[in-house]
């Protein structure tokens, strides 16, 4: 599997902050906190020092952390390279989409044989 910055992650938030530069204070917040951490050698870092900077930042500003990894996500999932990698098909809205196979209620024997997980009230 290629890596976010592979598939262009650093391109698509570039896009983000052009398309909504409300967010460019946000981003450059994150990219201050990681200059900070990795004391201006991000870029010249390898893989697992890379590392040893994001969980130092997750574990000491998890809510900038959370904005990084959400961002990665979605750069990464809405990729079309992606998709086939995945199993993704897409399907526009409107469309029948992919034929799902019948449902075997068969799955649910033995659940529908068990006791309730729960207190009736």
Do not use: W
């Amino acid at each position: 599997m290629p890596s976010a910055s592979q598939v262009g992650g650093v391109a698509y938030i570039m896009t983000l902050i052009e398309e909504l530069p409300e967010l460019a204070p946000l981003f450059e917040g994150l990219i201050a906190r990681i200059d900070e951490a990795s004391r201006y050698q991000f870029s010249k870092m390898g893989s697992p020092e890379r590392v040893t900077v994001l969980k130092a930042l997750e574990e000491q500003h998890p809510d900038v952390f959370k904005v990084l990894k959400d961002f990665t996500y979605e750069s990464y999932y809405t990729n079309e390279s992606v998709f086939p990698l995945i199993g993704y098909e897409p399907h526009p809205t409107g469309s029948t989409g992919p034929k799902m196979e019948p449902f075997d209620d068969a799955l649910l024997d033995r659940v529908k044989q068990s006791a309730p997980f729960y207190t009736k009230i």
